[in-house]
């Protein structure tokens, strides 16, 4: 077993654990009232930044395979 040859500074420790910190994220709820995660589309519309990006017929396919692997 191997065994350091000098202690660890705090400094070093400190930014090792910086990201111990973060805080979750928050859902954030678009014009429609639906929840999604900053910086993703919208799974129910297909929207991002209010702007159709997925097509209605791609957003029920993604839903119902979705729903499969869940169930």
Do not use: C, F, W
Not at 5 to 22: D, F, V
């Amino acid at each position: 077993m191997s065994v350091p040859k000098k202690k660890t500074p705090k400094s070093k420790q400190q930014k090792r654990r910086s990201h111990h910190a973060l805080k979750p994220v928050q859902v954030r709820i678009d014009e429609d009232g639906n929840p999604h995660l900053p910086h993703h589309v919208t799974k129910a519309t297909g929207k991002y930044r209010g702007k159709q990006v997925l097509n209605d017929v791609e957003v029920r396919i993604k839903r119902a395979i979705r729903n499969k692997k869940t169930s």
